[in-house]
């Protein structure tokens, strides 16, 4: 079992970068696929990208693409989605979670684990 804290969200102007974190618990992070989610107000919760267990294969949403990159640091456990040139529509709170599934993972019943979540809100 792992335990997701993501952190690292806030109020940023249109255009503007924020770096999210999302920290595990356990000693088996480097064994899970990670992913990235969102969910806004009155919205069902959708993908945005999701990294391979090694960090050498990443796979993103097309509405985030080239503007977010996922990593990952397995010595210390960590998953990080950076993102820049926001936009409103990006504004929403974002969701790590841990898949056990090999392969690019992108629908939300595919991810074993969750975190509590991070809001993100992006000004015009």
């Known amino acids: 079992q792992v335990q997701l804290v993501e952190s690292g969200g806030g109020l940023v102007q249109a255009w503007g970068s924020l770096r999210l974190s999302c920290a595990a618990s356990?000693?088996?992070?480097?064994?899970?696929?990670m992913g990235w989610f969102r969910q806004a107000p009155g919205k069902e919760r959708e993908f945005v990208a999701t990294?391979?267990?090694?960090?050498?294969?990443?796979y993103y949403a097309d509405s985030v693409k080239g503007r977010f990159t996922i990593s990952r640091d397995n010595a210390k456990n960590t998953v990080y989605l950076q993102m820049n040139s926001l936009k409103p529509e990006d504004t929403a709170t974002y969701y790590c979670?841990?898949?056990?599934?090999?392969?690019?993972?992108?629908?939300?019943?595919?991810?074993?684990?969750w975190g509590q979540g991070t809001q993100v809100t992006v000004s015009s």
């Open positions: 979670a841990a898949s056990q599934i090999y392969g690019v993972v992108t629908t939300r019943n595919r991810y074993d684990y």
């Open positions: 356990g000693r088996t992070f480097g064994s899970y696929q």
């Open positions: 990294i391979n267990r090694s960090g050498g294969v990443t």
